[in-house]
């Protein structure tokens, strides 16, 4: 499928251009671009498809609750990582 991705780009690309697509380095940047966009897509549709599905099994009152108790919890998840990263790189550092 990559491969593909680059040869459209290399025919939309311009003549004087189309040297950039022989480098090795590019080809591999692009293939390797295009899987992550297309694996972060797969992603967002997943779950768009699982968050559709779970609100219409729970219906409105229970998939509100729901939403309430994961937006109250987002709320307050950063200050579980306040100061353990300068304490866990030490520890690392010291006994690895």
Known sequence: MPA??????????PIKWRWV??????????ANTSWLFFGQMFY???SFVVGAWV?????P????VVNYVLSF??????IVTLGTDGILNR??????
């Open 4 to 13: 593909k991705i680059i040869q459209t780009l290399e025919k939309l690309t």
């Open 21 to 30: 697509f022989q480098h090795f380095g590019v080809r591999r940047y692009l």
């Open 44 to 46: 967002l549709l997943l």
């Open 55 to 59: 609100a219409r099994y729970l219906g």
């Open 61 to 64: 009152e229970k998939y509100g």
């Open 73 to 78: 919890v987002g709320l307050f998840a950063f």
């Open 91 to 96: 520890e690392l550092v010291n006994h690895p």
